[in-house]
């Protein structure tokens, strides 16, 4: 356990991945799974090993807001494709690829971060096809996958991970501190971007994988999700409706995550009202935060999970001036 280990990570672990992932129809060989410290690094190694610098990299928009920092200290120009309650808007991701020309298309089909949708089986099997007859190389991000019944859509799932880099972590299932993620791919891409995983840190620390393997091979992981699974459904519907009694216009229900989309109803300075709420000891999450080039939002991202505080929903009431 404390010794290098395989550049790929854990053996045990990768097949244990490979019976999840094969439980939601994603065919994957041992040898297509490389651990990673987190998610962020496996996003890192495949923006090196698929984009260089001076390339366009098409995103959500609104989407995660540390991938635009990693975007930009690579050299790579971000351009954000709207997105819609149902995912990624088709037409604007085709209008995209014809002015921009990109290498990659990073993307959350599952629970997404910030509005906290799940984008449609329509809706990826429109994305899908219009990747392949451009070429675009699709990297999905679902870190949030195993919140969700295993009949959940997504490209991984859709196109057997014969064009998809899908992108996976225990980080937000089974502990933020442990950083065991993974990215899934054809055994051929997986060999081009485990150079630069080698080069970046050689191995991972098995340690912690053998730890989430122990979990998963204990039965503890299958209940714990189910657990985790039903208390966030319960505390979705909970700021679901506290946030509408406080004024706040929600984008959409989530069916489970952590994160809520919601804006005030009138139109108010996102950083102004933050930093009021600062005074009170709130900290808010204003959209801009999560579009490609910081533009000007009206929405702000609400954590589940941080939002049982009366004094939150009184302030956003003050300012709807309820």
């Known amino acids: 356990m404390v010794d290098y ?3 790929y990570g854990s053996l045990s672990l990768r097949r244990a991945i490979k019976r999840l992932l094969a439980r939601r129809d994603i065919p994957c060989s041992e040898d297509g799974i490389i651990l990673t410290h987190g998610a962020s690094q496996a996003l890192e190694l495949t923006l090196r ?29 971000a351009i954000g494709v709207g997105r819609t309650a149902t995912g990624p808007c088709p037409s604007l991701f085709e209008r995209a690829i014809k002015k921009h020309q990109p290498r990659l298309f990073v993307t959350t089909s599952v629970l ?8 449609s089986a329509e809706n990826v099997a429109a994305i899908h096809a219009l990747a392949v007859k451009q070429g675009i190389t699709m990297v999905e991000d679902n870190i949030f996958l195993d919140l969700t019944p295993e009949s959940q859509p997504c490209h991984a799932r859709y196109d057997k991970l014969q064009n998809i880099i899908h992108i996976g972590s225990f980080s937000k299932t089974i502990g933020p501190g ?6 899934a791919c054809p055994p051929e891409i997986g060999k081009r971007i485990l150079r630069y995983k080698m080069a970046a840190g050689l191995t991972t620390a098995g340690l912690n994988e053998t730890l989430v393997h122990g979990i998963i091979q204990s039965g503890q992981y299958g209940l714990h999700l189910t657990d985790l699974r039903e208390r966030l459904f319960q505390t979705q519907k909970i700021v679901y409706r506290s946030l509408q009694d ?31 709420a600062a005074t009170k000891d709130i900290m808010l999450a ?27 929903y009184d302030f956003l009431k003050q300012e709807n001036n309820i």
């Open 5 to 7: 280990g395989s550049p």
């Open 49 to 77: 090993a698929f984009a260089q610098p001076g390339d366009t990299v098409l995103v959500d928009d609104p989407g995660y807001c540390n991938l635009y920092p990693l975007l930009q200290s690579l050299g790579l120009t």
């Open 112 to 119: 997404h971060n910030p509005t906290g949708g799940c984008a």
């Open 178 to 183: 442990l950083r065991v993620g993974y990215l």
């Open 246 to 276: 406080a004024g706040m216009k929600v984008y959409l229900r989530p069916m489970g995550g952590l994160f809520i989309w919601a804006r005030f109803e009138k139109n108010v300075h996102a950083q102004s009202v933050s930093e009021r």
């Open 286 to 312: 204003p959209g801009h935060l999560f579009r490609p080039e910081q533009s000007d939002s009206q929405w702000f991202r609400f954590n589940v999970t941080h939002t049982n505080e009366p004094r939150l």
